[in-house]
T-cell receptor
Framework: GAVVSQHPSRVICKSGTSVKIECRSL??????MFWYRQFPKQSLMLMAT?????????EQGVEKDKFLINHASLTLSTLTVTSAHPEDSSFYIC???????????FGDGTRLSIL | AQKVTQAQTEISVVEKEDVTLDCVYE???????LFWYKQPPSGELVFLIR??????QNEISGRYSWNFQKSTSSFNFTITASQVVDSAVYFC?????????????FGEGTQLTVNP
């Protein structure tokens, strides 16, 4: 149980492209989903907390117009990196927490490479 | 503010050795949860354990064991008879009790390499 699916697993695209990443909870309903960013050999940095049906809460220093988050249902949240540039290249990983509480369960992550 | 410190950046052992990964945390909350996650080279984060701050019992799961000591604010993780497949980055994390919006504070991670 508690499976989180993240898609795509890898994206390589040109600078200026917008990229959408999906995060789905497959066997549970997630009131809250989280988006993290991880640079090589570093820890996970929380970018934003996404609550179903409301606006995401962004961490300090994260541009909300750059990283658009939509959490339209209890099983799906999306992160769109708008007009991506090489410095946006990173590993993005989402997590979801069940309505009933419990630990965050993570997706497999998305490696984003902007050329 | 919450903080998690994993002082060991990298650990290298030979297969079948026991290895302990240290985790020290700081929090002002009286109720909180501690976690360990494993991140293999493929990148996904695998949940290993969650421990409530009121439960100081040590836990064993197969070759894995955890030692939670509130007096020293530590939550150490031991792998017994390590195997090559244990090679990964291990993260300790902390969250305050309660709402579904509780955010995780991660340590910097410990890269464990188990050599054959």
């Amino acid at each position: 149980g508690a499976v989180v699916s993240q898609h795509p697993s890898r994206v390589i695209c040109k600078s200026g492209t917008s990229v959408k990443i999906e995060c789905r909870s497959l066997d549970f309903q997630a009131t809250t989903m989280f988006w993290y960013r991880q640079f090589p050999k570093q820890s996970l940095m929380l970018m934003a907390t996404s609550n179903e049906g409301s606006k995401a809460t962004y961490e300090q220093g994260v541009e909300k117009d750059k990283f658009l988050i939509n959490h339209a249902s209890l099983t799906l949240s999306t992160l769109t990196v708008t007009s991506a540039h090489p410095e946006d290249s990173s590993f993005y990983i989402c997590s979801a927490r069940s309505q009933g509480g419990g630990p965050q369960h993570f997706g497999d992550g998305t490696r984003l490479s902007i050329l | 503010a919450q903080k998690v410190t994993q002082a060991q950046t990298e650990i290298s052992v030979v297969e079948k050795e026991d290895v302990t990964l240290d985790c020290v945390y700081e929090t002002r909350d009286t109720t909180y949860y501690l976690f360990w996650y494993k991140q293999p080279p493929s990148g996904e984060l695998v949940f290993l354990i969650r421990r409530n701050s009121f439960d100081e019992q040590n836990e064993i799961s197969g070759r894995y064991s955890w030692n939670f000591q509130k007096s020293t604010s530590s939550f150490n993780f031991t792998i017994t008879a390590s195997q090559v497949v244990d090679s990964a980055v291990y993260f300790c994390a902390l969250t305050r009790e309660g709402t579904s919006g509780s955010r995780l504070t991660f340590g910097e991670g410990t890269q464990l390499t188990v050599n054959p």
